[in-house]
Nanobody, 119 residues
């Protein structure tokens, strides 16, 4: 059974920091691109950042320079370090796993963790 379990969300003041974690089980973690996505109230889910099995990262323009994605293959965990948080970063943050070629396209989502940026 595949599970992606996010943690680390919460309430933080503008300018503050949070570190999200996503622990994966039931998959061969090292062959997956891992990503973070977010969904604010009334909006569509949007891309935040991804990191490949080779540790190549990609970021949405709105978070570049403030957020850092990383992974620990030994712990089957992906992280999102979020700094200089803004109220517009408020959303439910979801972890996603996408298997990389040459394997058949397969992806999994976590249940999400709430991040609220407010004074």
């Amino acid at each position: 059974q595949v599970q992606l379990v996010e943690s680390g969300g919460g309430l933080v003041q503008p300018g503050g920091s949070l570190r999200l974690s996503c622990a994966a089980s039931g998959i061969s973690f090292s062959i997956y691109t891992m990503g973070w996505y977010r969904q604010a109230p009334g909006k569509q889910r949007e891309f935040v950042a991804t990191i490949t099995s080779g540790a190549r990262s990609n970021y949405a323009g709105s978070v570049k320079g403030r957020f850092t994605i990383s992974r620990d293959n030994a712990k089957n965990t992906v992280y999102l370090e979020m700094n200089s948080l803004k109220p517009e970063d408020t959303a439910v943050y979801y972890c996603k796993a996408d298997v990389e070629p040459p394997y058949s396209p397969t992806n999994y989502w976590g249940q999400g963790t709430q991040v609220t940026v407010s004074s």
